[in-house]
């Protein structure tokens, strides 16, 4: 039988810290749910692309922006901006930033 389920990333089962991002998460059903905070001045290709080892971020991103603003630059270099309340589907190969003097905070949904 069905049932309902239950979770708070305020209460993550998960947290981790990667350079200027924390990254809380949660797991339900088949899924993955991570609030990304990330300070400014966090850059993938400076906070975590020594640990990642590769020249860009090579991970597919579903994301949805709760408040600052995150800077996306493909490595075909197009580019977008994603302010509070955007979606975005991002394909792997991509350096991505906080924008401007606030933290970005994003829900990431993954599998």
């Given amino acids: 039988m069905a049932t309902i389920e239950k979770k708070s990333l305020n209460q993550p089962e998960q947290t981790q810290k990667i350079g200027r991002a924390k990254v809380e998460g949660i797991k339900m059903g088949a899924l993955n749910f991570q609030r990304y905070t990330a300070e400014p001045g966090w850059r993938w290709s400076k906070d975590v692309k020594p640990v990642a080892k590769t020249e860009s971020c090579q991970v597919s991103h579903l994301v949805y922006v709760i408040s600052g603003r995150l800077h996306v630059r493909m490595d075909s ?6 302010d509070p309340g955007d979606m975005g589907a991002i394909p792997p190969g991509h350096d991505g930033w906080t924008v401007g003097d606030k933290p970005a905070v994003w829900l990431e949904i993954s599998h």
């Fill in 77 to 82: 270099g197009k580019e977008e901006e994603f």
